[in-house]
T-cell receptor, first 112, second 110 residues
Framework: DAGVIQSPRHEVTEMGQEVTLRCKPISGHDYLFWYRQTMMRGLELLIYFNNNVPIDDSGMPEDRFSAKMPNASFSTLKIQPSEPRDSAVYFC??????????FGQGTRLTVV | GIQVEQSPPDLILQEGANSTLRCNFSDSVNNLQWFHQNPWGQLINLFYIPSGTKQNGRLSATTVATERYSLLYISSSQTTDSGVYFCAVEGAGNNRKLIWGLGTSLAVNP
């Protein structure tokens, strides 16, 4: 398996634009997590899914953020409208059951 | 909720030295993982170790669940070991959230 795949690797966008981040989890994994990492706040869990169903979205900062998982092999994290304070590295991770989580390489988002 | 504390926060080593990183957690856990975030930002799995001892090359880890701590040993450190080491735990129960420590930032000098 190629591991967790995220795209794009880098994204630069202007304030107010819509941004969509994508994630393909490891095949067979039933949990998918979206994280955000900044220098000030470290790694923050935004939302996680189990069997494509959102279980805990308490970390989603505000209504501008939304996440979907239409099937077991794809998830998106959307920011609309984007703001400079959304600049961060966004990670997707997947796991099965109690076992270890594996992370994608991240998407570095810069909002100017 | 569970608290995770890592120590030391920063560490500087000469190549070839050994080191021990510690992770303390405040409650029972189902899952404990050690990660290495390299200077390029990639999060790399080191160990899945809710209890016991594991070894992988120059790295080994021990978790004593009853005493609520885990140790990561790095022997014969190399410059490629530089980066941030994170401990993350999942509490007992149904929630699958990983709770993260703040990390140990390691610099290995040649």
């Amino acid at each position: 398996d190629a591991g967790v795949i995220q795209s794009p690797r880098h994204e630069v966008t202007e304030m107010g634009q819509e941004v969509t981040l994508r994630c393909k989890p490891i095949s067979g994994h039933d949990y998918l997590f979206w994280y955000r990492q900044t220098m000030m706040r470290g790694l923050e869990l935004l939302i996680y899914f189990n069997n494509n169903v959102p279980i805990d979205d308490s970390g989603m900062p505000e209504d501008r953020f939304s996440a979907k998982m239409p099937n077991a092999s794809f998830s998106t994290l959307k920011i609309q409208p984007s703001e400079p304070r959304d600049s961060a590295v966004y990670f997707c991770a997947s796991r099965t059951g109690f076992f270890e989580a594996f992370f994608g390489q991240g998407t570095r988002l810069t909002v100017v | 909720g569970i608290q995770v504390e890592q120590s030391p926060p920063d560490l500087i080593l000469q190549e070839g030295a050994n080191s021990t990183l510690r992770c303390n957690f405040s409650d029972s856990v189902n899952n404990l993982q050690w990660f290495h975030q390299n200077p390029w930002g990639q999060l790399i799995n080191l160990f899945y170790i809710p209890s016991g001892t594991k070894q992988n090359g120059r790295l080994s880890a021990t978790t004593v669940a009853t005493e609520r701590y885990s140790l990561l040993y790095i022997s014969s450190s190399q410059t490629t070991d530089s980066g941030v080491y994170f401990c993350a735990v999942e509490g007992a129960g149904n929630n699958r959230k990983l709770i993260w420590g703040l990390g140990t930032s390691l610099a290995v000098n040649p």
